[in-house]
């Protein structure tokens, strides 16, 4: 599929505890822009890589709390650099509520 017409899914994390999300598909996303210019499209905060396409996916209802030295995205990358491709899921998260959740992952169900 061509970078014109990429779908992306978006988890816009509301909170990790509650594990309270909200999936938000994108159609058409140019992976030639930036990170930083796609999260200021959604909105301002961090980014992590969920699934790509036929790939394995996590166990973690919300976000992985592993590999975020590749998986959260570096606001200067491009999308496609970033390792997202048509179909990839991202979550959209305040960092500092991530940070404390994976200092601390327990669940308030």
């Not at 909170?15 to 994108?26: A, G, I």
Request: some cysteine; aromatic content about 10%.
């Amino acid at each position: 599929m061509s970078a014109e017409g990429s779908t992306v899914t978006v988890r816009l994390v509301r909170s990790f505890e509650h594990r309270n999300f909200r999936p938000v598909v994108y159609r058409g996303v140019p992976l030639d822009q930036t990170v930083r210019d796609f999260m200021a499209f959604v909105r301002q905060d961090t980014m992590k890589i969920i699934h790509q396409a036929h790939k394995a996916k996590t166990g973690e209802l919300v976000v992985s709390l592993e590999d975020d030295d590749k998986l959260i995205l570096k606001e200067d990358s491009t999308l496609k650099a970033a390792g997202v491709a048509n179909e990839t899921e991202l979550a959209f998260f305040c960092e500092e509520d991530y940070r404390n959740y994976r200092a601390n992952p327990v669940s308030a169900w």
